[in-house]
């Protein structure tokens, strides 16, 4: 039953901290997409499932929920992906003047072949411009791992809104789902409206702006919980006096009958009166017995401690908790900003890079992490989920897609030469990403193998 526990607990513990830190940082992404009127159509707690609950929100249109995967998550923000489909234009005004059509019909009514029907139904359809509509006879529904193979018409205001966009949407006199909607401007126009409504459709400094927030909220939201555990749960200092805080049983402090609480009043015939005063005569004590002159409940004692070369006394110093005041809390926490971002940043630095991955950890290492700070106490594991997501927001800095800041390398690039970067080219860049993230959770893996488990 204990290697059972020994094993759930760290699981669990592990799944907790990264799910939710994750989905913070997700967040920030949704958050941001949202504010710049980029529409989202879902939002999940764990990787992408079949089976899930969800919900889906009456007032945008996206669908929260959580899967049983719970080891990340994600925001399906519209117009992530690059490649354009190139009959989709046609395909968007023909579905909703229509209301509801198959791939075949719109093959058939485009003179088209249908797989380039369905590559223009499904880039419309991550768009939030087309809905999909399910036959069950055919197996599909919402939990298929298939695209379905008819389309239907988008719920529309007569400004052409949808409930993606959110406020802009006019409910009252809308069309609904299915129901045939005629477009008041041409298929170009219609197509470049829903695409201004994406990711694609966005400059340069709203994509880097949607980009970098995920960073933004795991490092501002790290912050603030560290800032409110110094604050108001309190920081543990060790107090510069002659009383005892921990007395290790079984040690030879323990054996000659300290304890805890108790003053020592000399140290090897040395009278002290701070803790760096029996610091300093340990240093200076060489044999194998120690005279100890201590305080309990207002009388003296002597012990005399046997000690045998290289062991401890057992004994350490007391400590206090201290509430700091707001700006010390927040220098506190910002220099653990600026820890962990350093040492982040100096896996770019082929000097160290060895140096920082043996010092990093995985998966595996957190969970394990995770369940040892979760039994010292919640203020410790909170102040270790702080610190996780300072380590979760640089390392998705890194220049390295699908991080977030390899994605931001690639818009970087586009807007020094003012045009796309061609859809192979970033196609190579990211599966070399891939590659080379692939890599370095494969080393760290290993590494928490050895320490954790071999």
């Known amino acids: 039953m204990d290697t059972i526990l020994g094993v759930i607990g760290p699981i ?57 995967l719970l080891l990340g998550g994600y925001a399906m923000i519209c117009g992530m992906d690059p490649s354009p489909a190139e009959h989709a234009p046609q395909v968007l005004g023909l579905v909703h003047r229509r209301g509801k059509l198959s791939v075949e019909e719109i093959s058939t009514e485009l003179s088209i072949d249908e797989d380039a029907a369905m590559e223009a139904c499904v880039q419309l359809l991550g768009w939030g411009a087309l809905a999909p509509a399910y036959d069950p006879e055919k197996g599909e529904g919402p939990s298929s791992k298939y695209y379905p193979t008819t389309y239907a018409s988008m719920p529309r205001d007569a400004a052409g809104n949808t409930i993606y966009d959110g406020k802009a949407f006019e409910r009252s006199g809308a069309t609904a789902e299915g129901e045939p909607w005629e477009p008041p401007f041409s298929d170009e126009e219609f197509y470049a409206r829903e695409r201004s409504h994406t990711y694609l459709g966005k400059g340069f400094w709203k994509r880097a702006f949607m980009l970098v927030a995920g960073i933004a909220v795991n490092l501002l939201s790290g912050f603030l919980l560290l800032m409110s555990i110094y604050s108001i749960v309190g920081v543990t200092v ?33 009278d002290v009166s701070t803790w760096s005063d029996i610091q300093q005569a340990a240093q200076e004590f060489d044999s194998d017995e120690l005279a100890i002159t201590y305080e309990r409940d207002g009388s003296e004692f002597d012990a005399m401690v046997s000690v045998t070369e290289g062991q401890s006394l057992g004994i350490s110093q007391s400590t206090t908790v201290v509430h700091l005041n707001p700006i010390d809390s927040a220098h506190l926490a910002g220099a653990y900003v600026y820890m962990t971002g350093t040492s982040v940043a100096q896996l770019l630095n082929p000097a160290r890079t060895m140096e920082v991955l043996n010092g990093s950890t995985s998966i595996v290492g957190i969970s394990v992490m995770s369940a040892e700070a979760a039994a010292a106490g919640p203020a410790t594991y ?6 996780i997501s300072f380590s979760l927001g640089f390392m998705n800095l890194l220049p390295i897609p699908p991080l977030d800041g390899g994605k931001l390398v690639i818009e970087i690039i586009q807007a020094v030469i003012r045009r796309p970067l061609p859809v192979k080219v970033q196609n190579v860049i990211s599966y070399v990403g891939v590659g080379i993230f692939g890599l370095l959770f494969v080393y760290l893996l290993r590494g928490d193998i050895l320490r954790f488990i071999m």
Do not use: Q
């Not at 989202?40 to 996206?62: A, D, K, W």
């Not at 007395?247 to 090897?268: H, M, N």
């Open 12 to 68: 669990f513990w592990g799944l907790l901290t990264l799910s939710v830190l994750v989905g913070v940082h997700e967040g920030g992404h949704f958050l941001a997409a949202r504010a710049c009127g980029v529409r989202v159509t879902e939002f999940f707690l764990g990787l992408p499932c079949r089976f899930n609950l969800h919900h889906v929100s009456r007032r945008i249109g996206t669908k929260f929920g959580v899967t049983p």
């Open 238 to 270: 060790p107090v510069d006096s002659t009383e005892v805080g921990v007395v290790e049983e079984g040690t030879p402090a323990y054996d000659a009958g300290l304890r805890t609480g108790d003053v020592i009043l000399s140290f090897d015939g040395v």
């Open 382 to 387: 909170l102040t270790f989920g702080a610190l």
